[in-house]
T-cell receptor, first 113, second 114 residues
Framework: AQSVTQLGSHVSVSEGALVLLRCNYS??????LFWYVQYPNQGLQLLLK??????LVKGINGFEAEFKKSETSFHLTKPSAHMSDAAEYFC???????????FGAGTTVTVRA | KAGVTQTPRYLIKTRGQQVTLSCSPI?????VSWYQQTPGQGLQFLFE???????NKGNFPGRFSGRQFSNSRSEMNVSTLELGDSALYLC?????????????FGPGTRLTVL
């Protein structure tokens, strides 16, 4: 079975500061990992995905994440936060041919002016 | 390309009633998945369909059921509604038959059970 743990349910950053959201996974087989963002009253939008190619993955809106097998981590970063980054972020895991995503509990990001 | 559409967007029901939610995937996508999102339990997988066949099912009671039609549109049904069924129900579609391909999510249906 696969699972993910997101450390920190709320993160507050200043505009222009580094955004770091932590995700650790558990999987019995090489996983596929994802970060999604959800704005209020909307569905989920994919930020980036790791599917066993490059371990440093670049996504949309300036986000990137690094897959570290030794640490079973897939942390999401953005060098400089923007007010529009305020949202809820979800880390998710699946495995080939599993046909479902297992999500973390989510991290809400607030950006201070 | 039009995105995933879900109808209705909002729904209010009373305990004991049943409800049907609809999802139209992106044109050409044959896989449709359903998720329930609540503040307490987070995002939980309900089931996934591909070419009218259920390939995976989450850990939900039998009151939750789904189906997929030949045009890939999907419906989920919840019978004998309980207060705890109040949630945002998200549908996602995907384009491939195996491996993994990106899941595109719809805006969700907000179900309130009174």
């Amino acid at each position: 079975a696969q699972s993910v743990t997101q450390l920190g349910s709320h993160v507050s950053v200043s505009e222009g500061a580094l955004v770091l959201l932590r995700c650790n996974y558990s999987s019995s087989v090489p996983p596929y990992l994802f970060w999604y963002v959800q704005y209020p009253n909307q569905g989920l939008q994919l930020l980036l995905k790791y599917t066993s190619a490059a371990t440093l993955v670049k996504g949309i809106n300036g986000f990137e994440a690094e897959f570290k097998k030794s640490e079973t981590s897939f942390h999401l970063t953005k060098p400089s936060a923007h007010m529009s980054d305020a949202a809820e972020y979800f880390c998710a895991v699946t495995r080939p041919n599993d046909y479902k995503l297992s999500f973390g509990a989510g991290t809400t990001v607030t950006v201070r002016a | 390309k039009a995105g995933v559409t879900q109808t209705p967007r909002y729904l209010i029901k009373t305990r004991g009633q049943q409800v049907t939610l609809s999802c139209s995937p992106i044109s050409g996508h044959r896989s449709v998945s359903w998720y329930q999102q609540t503040p307490g339990q987070g995002l939980q997988f309900l089931f996934e369909y591909f070419s009218e066949t259920q390939r995976n099912k989450g850990n939900f009671p039998g009151r939750f059921s789904g189906r997929q039609f030949s045009n890939s549109r999907s419906e989920m049904n919840v019978s004998t509604l309980e207060l705890g069924d109040s949630a945002l129900y998200l549908c996602a579609s995907s384009g491939t038959s195996g491996g993994y391909n990106e899941q595109f999510f719809g805006p969700g249906t907000r179900l309130t059970v009174l």
